[in-house]
């Protein structure tokens, strides 16, 4: 599909969110069997890392992963701006801005989500990643932060940024609480608000507005598409990854025209395992990898078996893609 963003519709309209400690380069290469038209993002990376840290280890992608976005985190905005020029160079798609993480560290280095208040701020990021880059810079954020949760605080934020040329906002539909919550509670214990994020839709009819947050059936995919101009899946991607492949045999396939139909189990596990050993003569170790897949038997005969052998032996002092391949005994490969 055509990678393009502007007064047109997203192309494409589903998207796995970035997830520290998950969508790494081989588990963005594994989505991608699974969903040919789902964009990809990294896991957030600190602008600093980029500018000072090792390049090839933090930015180097398979070319199958295309579209792919890079998440930036940071709050500086010549930093940033080197950050997006150097990922250019990389060859990504777009350039999103971290706006909406809630983590200790985070919030501690004065960026995330408490950058929401400060809109000018961003704003200013936005404006300097803009100026370094041709690729659309798109921000990530939530509905609100603490007790800065109302809608006229949202769209103030959504009003500034914009102003700086971002035409692309991913709303994770909850707020964030960024004192007595971790991360993870972060993700549920904060209702969920759709409606707000369809408001902000209606007001900004000339941005793009992706929907984020608690998105499990393909049912409320479609029904967020026709309010919204994008789904962004998160943890739902990693426990159940077929899921995305049900997406893209449904919702996808329509939008796109294209004739696709979900590869089975086998054909994916042998896939990954012709990976894992391109991978590993580069010095990755296998459970690096298998990591990964633990959830692509979820709701199948023998899934837990097929997971204990993976888990188990993937870590193994010479474990190879053999191990991969000799997984199939264990889980119903269809």
């Excluded at 588990?27 to 069997?33: D, E, G, I, V």
């Excluded at 991360?183 to 992706?210: A, C, W």
């Excluded at 089975?264 to 298998?290: F, K, P, S």
């Amino acid at each position: 599909m055509e990678y393009r963003y502007g007064a047109k519709k997203l192309s494409p309209v589903v998207f796995v969110a970035p997830m520290m400690d998950h969508t790494d380069r081989h588990c963005r290469y594994f989505f991608r069997l699974l969903a040919p038209d789902v964009g990809l993002y990294t896991e957030m990376v600190m602008a600093q890392a980029v500018i000072h840290g090792d390049r090839e280890r933090l930015l180097d992608f398979d070319a199958s992963e295309h579209p792919l976005a890079i998440q930036l985190g940071g709050s500086e905005p010549a930093q940033l701006a080197r950050a997006a020029s150097i990922a250019t160079e990389y060859g990504y798609d777009e350039i999103n801005l971290n706006i909406g993480c809630p983590s200790d560290r985070v919030r501690s280095g004065g960026f995330g989500a408490c950058l929401m208040i400060q809109p000018e701020l961003v704003a200013r990021c936005v404006s300097a990643m803009r100026e370094a880059t041709e690729l659309p810079v798109t921000v990530k954020t939530r509905t609100g932060i603490d007790d800065h949760d109302d809608y006229p605080f949202l769209k103030t934020f959504v009003s500034t940024v914009a102003a700086a040329g971002c035409e692309t906002f991913v709303v994770h539909a909850r707020k964030a609480i960024l004192s007595g919550l971790s991360p993870r509670q972060n993700r549920v214990v904060p209702p969920l608000n759709y409606s707000i994020v369809r408001r902000l839709k209606q007001d900004f009819p000339e941005l793009n507005i992706v929907v984020n947050g608690g998105i499990s059936e393909l049912a409320a995919v479609s029904e967020h598409l026709e309010t919204t101009d994008g789904v962004m899946i998160g943890r739902k991607a990693c426990a159940d990854p077929r899921f995305l492949s049900a997406i893209q045999a449904g919702v996808l396939n329509e939008l796109s025209g294209r004739v696709w139909s979900a590869p089975d189990r086998e054909t994916v596990i042998r896939q990954m395992a012709e990976y894992a050993e391109q991978q590993m003569q580069r010095g990755v170790r296998l459970h690096h990898i298998t990591r990964h897949l633990l959830g692509l038997f979820v709701g199948m005969p023998g899934a837990r078996r097929w997971r204990r052998y993976l888990s188990e032996h993937a870590v193994l002092h010479g474990a190879g893609p053999e191990v991969l391949v000799n997984s199939l005994s264990y889980g119903d490969s269809g």
